[in-house]
């Protein structure tokens, strides 16, 4: 015979043949009596102790019953590593076995395993030799393969599972073709070529909730877990509620009867230790940190070294800007990375450009971070975010309170631009969504030595604790800031930070601490001549004395303070001073002097154009006119106050201003109607920490 010559050959008895050409070379037919094809049974035995999954268990079904002509030829289960893919799959796939009469097939392709990886063209050997195809009628070309597989499966009811699937090349030629077949996938990929081109469906799979964590430990471990509930829920919360780190934990139980479920909390409390808690100690299928090298090891240069950096930081989520200025790149580059971070399933999106890790993920890109990265390198990155920081918070500042004095701050250029604040709200809404960042920044700051940034950040967040009152974070990083400032020896901002930090002791009513830190600033703004300063200090002095009852002291400060500030110039701090000096006197019962003081502070805010403080005065003036009997006057200017505070998302103004109209009401006779301003009022005292809400709620 000639080469190109076709032989056909058939021995024996045969319904059908299957025809696939060799496309390395010459044709050859290969010839399968279809009658007696095995029927193959592959599935990987079922999972015990299952919970949860029940939607993506109904989905699964839905599609199974849906009409070959109109059904996805694929579901796509994708998660990360020890999310319980397989888990699922093949749960799902024992329940519906005898809906596929001719069998069904299993392969694990092993995609993110460096060394054993399967490609399509091993994947497809073999499946071919499940059905029975061995020897030479087995192709040699990957075509030629995928034809021979798709001719034998079309019109059969076959169950297709693909697991741990890495790239859409991997798995295309293993898709049978026929509609009476159907193909499950699991993988750490989004596989977005599939849903393209293929049609295929993707089912996303996320760690276990709270409440059905606890119920896979219980499952496992027994009463042991039960016995315990807040250790158990403590153990769930370590194990990320990963379907993976929760068996492990729960057999480490189950094989050592005297570790008690505290015992184990204990051990992964230490989260460097955690992935080493986790090994089951059998296999690298049942070690977590082996599951996640598999995923990361996979990635190219670039998403790799992101991901290990990104282990670096330590506030709960980042946001893309964040993220480039942190690994040194370009925005468009950065977003290309994160989002095939997110694709292998080793990043979450956290909300618009905002990404964050699962727990045990963000220690094990810790851990990367640590062995892969040179110290210097890590160093540097944290010094290019916390600059950016620096530099954003500081211009948001200048929008937020842009007619409070400053000492002045050199914050070094960042490597990427700070975001653009075009207006107060878009200045306050930035720091909204970093504020546990900047905590966390600042706390890391001072840890790894950068103390200039570590106190520059709290110097610059006080125009947003100024204005959203986070009480609890206010304290904790002006600490911090001072601890560092005074590492660095720059004086100013030591008085600023202790003046600062002083409000929030105020308004937590730890006045002997404010007071404490209030005559520090005092001293150190006298001693560096910085009369704006020193009238600050004097100024808030005299509040925590009106507070305290002290009002003849109040408004002996309050007037020292006031002088200060018509001396320099400064009407913003004589506002200021004339709505403290104001209360001192409404406290006094002296209204006919406090009258004129807040029309007066009133006017000066409306001048600035400073609409949070215009509602402060109002406020001021609300209740001064309840005082006098001028209901209808004190209800205006309350729902002035109130409309104010609303439009510019000042939180604390706003809950005075309920507290005012609820005074008002009560007044008035009208119980109801107040109590529902009460609490709202309470509501939002509630969300900024402030004790006033038990104040209210004592009522």
Known sequence: MSEGDTHNELSGSAVNVVQARDISGGVHIHHIAVAELPIPRQLPPDVGHFVDREKHIERLHVWLDTPHDRAAPAEVIAGAGGVGKTSLAAHWAHQVRDRFPDGDLYLDLRGYHVERSLSASEGLDYVLRALGVTGERLPVALDAKAALYRSMLHGRRILVLLDNAATTEQIRPLLPGSPTCRVVITSRSRLTGLMIKEGAHRMPLDTLPPDRAIELLEQVAGDRVRDDPASTAKLAEYCGHLPLALRIAAERLVASPHLTVADLVEELAEERERLDALDSGDDEFTNVRAVFSWSYRALPADAARMFRLLGLVTGPDISGAAAAVLAGLPAVKARRVLDALVGAHLLQVNGPHRYRFHDLLRVYAAHCAENDESETDRQAALHRL??????????????????????????????????????????????????????????????????????????????????????????????????????????????????????????LRQYDSALEYFQLALAGWRAEGVRWGEAWALRDIGGVYNLLGRNAEAIGTLNESLAIHLEEDDTWGEATALALLARANHSLGQFEQALPQLDRALEIRRDHGDQRNVGNALNDLSQLHDSLGQFDQAMAEAEEALDIHRAVEYWHGEATAHERLAAVLDHTGQAEAAAEHWRAAITLYDKLGDPRADDIRNR
């Open 386 to 507: 916390f600059t950016w920081y620096a530099y954003s918070i500081e211009a948001a500042a200048q929008v937020i309170t842009p007619h409070f004095s400053r000492i002045p701050i050199s914050v070094a250029e960042p490597v990427a631009p700070a975001p653009d604040f075009p207006d107060r709200l878009t200045a306050l809404h930035w720091c909204d969504s970093e504020q546990a960042n900047l905590v966390a920044a600042v706390q890391q700051a001072a840890d790894v030595g950068e103390h200039t940034l570590a106190w520059q950040m709290p110097v610059g967040l006080f125009a947003f604790c100024l204005v959203r009152r986070p009480l609890a974070d206010w304290v904790t990083t002006h600490l911090v800031g001072l601890a560092s400032v005074r590492h660095d020896g720059d004086r100013l901002a030591e008085v600023w930070l202790q003046n600062s930090i002083a409000l929030a002791y105020r308004d």
